[in-house]
């Protein structure tokens, strides 16, 4: 009989582990010194076995429900269609995923670079080795996930940006307007570490896959997604750089985003 409960019991909190698809944490950043909400979406786990993982960068005032909810609404058919685990990081309303030399506590590129792959890595059943481990976001996210992959490109083996905001020099208005100098300080003075361009021939040397992609009608980051297009061709990264019809909006990027995961798949399965 003990025997038998003992069964029963194993064979519940496997169910229970499982059917789990949305799992709501605060995960503990030691650099920040504060925790940071994130929402990890599991196919139907399976004993014994190993996923590949993506690491979802939302936009400028985005959050991690709004991607499951407005942006990417079928991410969690997805994780189960790719067999895919994916990660959401609350990168904060305005932080632009980076390690903000003005605010102790918004230090993102460490945070997602590094501490939170850590914790996926120990707690989730994720495959550890580069090749399956992806990080792609849009607009802010965009930057970010192009910033956080390339710094950290012994971590990540597939980069994806839609509709990323890749140049602060040419942003304009954008640059104050979202936010960008609170975080990173005045333009005139910026830390060439900021900037997209300067990682380029780190991309060149990194052994990573890269997508870009970007709305034709998108009129404050078509330039600048074109512009970068036109430099890693010119430095012979290879990558993949496509544009449809589109602005800056969900529509566009629920569709290119949906476009990027398969493509992620493919990647994770050559």
């Not at 019991?9 to 698809?21: G, I, M």
């Not at 309303?93 to 792959?117: A, M, R």
């Not at 849009?138 to 597939?158: E, L, Q, R």
């Not at 509709?163 to 040419?170: E, N, P, T």
Request: with cysteine.
């Amino acid at each position: 009989m003990k025997k038998l409960i003992n069964i029963v019991v194993v064979l519940t909190v496997f169910a229970e582990l499982s059917a789990q698809k949305i799992i709501h944490q605060e995960i503990f950043s030691p650099k920040m010194n504060k925790k940071i909400k994130t929402i990890i979406i599991t196919p139907n786990l399976q004993p014994n076995t190993t996923y590949p993982s993506v690491y979802i960068l939302h936009g400028f005032s985005g959050n991690p429900e709004r991607i499951i909810k407005e942006d990417i609404p079928d991410l969690v058919h997805k994780a189960q269609e790719y067999k895919t685990i994916y990660i959401l990081p609350d990168g904060n309303y305005s932080s632009w995923y980076v390690d903000s030399p003005i605010i102790k506590d918004s230090q993102y590129q460490t945070f997602i670079g590094k501490e939170l792959v850590e914790f996926i890595d120990k707690n989730y059943p994720v495959k550890t080795e580069k090749k399956f481990r992806g990080i792609l976001g849009w607009s802010m996210g965009g930057y970010g996930a192009t910033n956080i992959g390339v710094t950290y490109n012994k971590t990540f083996g597939i980069v994806g940006s839609s509709c990323g905001a890749l140049d602060f020099k040419s942003f304009g208005e954008g640059y104050q307007k979202y936010m960008v100098n609170k975080v990173v300080g005045p333009l005139e003075s910026i830390h060439p570490n900021f900037l997209t361009d300067n990682k380029i021939k780190l991309m060149s040397e990194a052994n990573q896959q890269y997508i870009f992609d970007c709305g034709t009608d998108d009129i404050q980051m078509i330039n600048m997604n074109r512009n970068f297009h036109k430099k890693l061709t010119e430095a012979k990264v290879q990558h993949l750089y496509t544009e449809s019809l589109g602005g800056h909006v969900p529509e566009y990027w629920s569709r290119s985003l949906s476009e990027q995961l398969a493509l992620f798949d493919r990647f994770f399965k050559l």
